[in-house]
């Protein structure tokens, strides 16, 4: 369940989204279940059109911060008993973050502020499908954790080891980035800063690499950025609020069409 410090914090972030941001785009109620079905379809598509650059500069970063892994963990270790670092990766708790993002996003389709709705789902949506990803690449990559060896580079694909990447980095980006993407500004930066902090108390409490953050933080954020482009877009093309129903009449036919 989610913790109190977290309900305080993010109900307060997302009042602030309601009493600031200006509506936008026509309000289509049912634009949340169109761009559940576009999304699902279009995830593996946009993965393969990935540009392999941007792919390649990802992984050398990973893998030139892996070759120090050990060494920053140890130097991020002696923040272990830190308080504020155990308050902040609460964050990254996917069985907070995602009921917590439920109950933010049905609060918003009581606010007359589409674009409120809009990054309310998109950090619903970015939650779900970044948290699978993630698991996905945990059971293939099968690394161990910092806590169960003293080595950095231990890989057993399909072992149950569960380190690569990091699940908390990826809900903290998944959750939070969204509300960033839509509402730029020293208010929502603020939530890049809580997602940087959760993804390090993970390296100094020890449950993670620092290159396994680094996997988390990458997936998180480029989930919700592409989620992001593909709800703005809609709106921005035209299709936001283009659901329509059309009588359908034939000779031995009179129905409803419905077109979203």
Do not use: C
Not at 107 to 116: E, T, W
Not at 144 to 169: E, I, L, M, Y
Not at 198 to 209: I, K, P, Q
């Amino acid at each position: 369940m989610p913790t109190p410090t977290l309900l305080i914090v993010l109900f307060a972030l997302s009042s602030a989204f309601v009493r600031t941001a200006g509506a936008q785009g026509a309000d289509d109620p049912l634009r949340f279940g169109r761009w559940l079905v576009q999304d699902v379809r279009g995830a593996v598509p946009a993965v393969v059109r990935t540009s392999p650059v941007r792919l390649g500069a990802v992984a050398g970063v990973i893998i030139t911060t892996s070759i120090w892994d050990s060494r920053l963990s140890r130097e991020a270790r002696v923040f272990d008993d830190s308080e504020p670092l155990k308050a902040v990766e609460e964050f990254g708790d996917a069985d907070a973050m995602r009921p917590l993002a439920l109950v933010i996003f049905v609060g918003s389709l009581f606010q007359d502020n589409p674009r409120v709705q809009d990054a309310a789902f998109t950090s619903l949506e970015a939650l779900a499908l970044a948290n699978v990803a993630t698991n996905a690449l945990k059971l293939g990559f099968g690394r161990a954790r910092p806590w169960q060896t003293g080595a950095a580079n231990v890989f057993d694909p399909f072992s149950g080891n569960t380190s690569f990447p990091s699940g908390h980095a990826t809900t903290v980006f998944a959750g939070l980035m969204p509300w960033v993407y839509y509402f730029p500004g020293p208010s929502t930066y603020v939530l890049a800063g809580l997602g940087l902090s959760t993804a390090f108390s993970r390296v100094a409490l020890r449950h993670h690499w620092p290159s396994d953050v680094i996997g988390g933080a990458f997936m998180g954020s480029a989930v919700s950025y592409w989620l992001y482009r593909q709800h703005t877009r809609d709106a921005a093309d035209g299709t936001f609020g283009s659901t329509r129903v059309t009588p359908v009449l034939g000779a031995r036919t009179v129905g409803l069409m419905v077109t979203f």
